[in-house]
Nanobody, 121 residues
């Protein structure tokens, strides 16, 4: 089992940058493929970015490709999401996700509680 805790959300102006972190408990962090999802007010939760167990493979939603970068540090049991060129439409609660399958696209086994990002215009 893994416990996920996100941090780093806040208020930022459009065009700005922010980095989210997700700290994980447990000794098997590297066994999980990880990802970030987000849920905007009144909308369904959507996939943002994913990363393989080793960190060698990453993939993104079209809406964030080229602006967001997902990474992980298996030694620190931490997942990151670097967000640049932020837009008001990026405003959402961001969730960290973990799965024992090869990708969060195939399902999520564990969710964090989320961290709120607000991008002002």
């Amino acid at each position: 089992q893994v416990h996920l805790v996100e941090s780093g959300g806040g208020l930022v102006q459009a065009g700005g940058s922010l980095r989210l972190s997700c700290a994980a408990s447990g000794r098997t962090f590297s066994s999980y493929a990880l990802g970030w999802f987000r849920q905007a007010p009144g909308k369904e939760r959507e996939f943002v970015a994913g990363i393989s167990r080793s960190g060698d493979n990453t993939y993104y939603a079209d809406s964030v490709k080229g602006r967001f970068t997902i990474s992980r540090d298996n030694a620190k049991n931490t997942l990151y999401l670097q967000m640049n060129s932020l837009k008001p439409e990026d405003t959402a609660v961001y969730y960290c996700a973990a799965t024992l399958s090869s990708s969060v696209h195939y399902g999520v086994d564990y969710w964090g509680k989320g961290t709120l990002l607000t991008v002002s215009s």
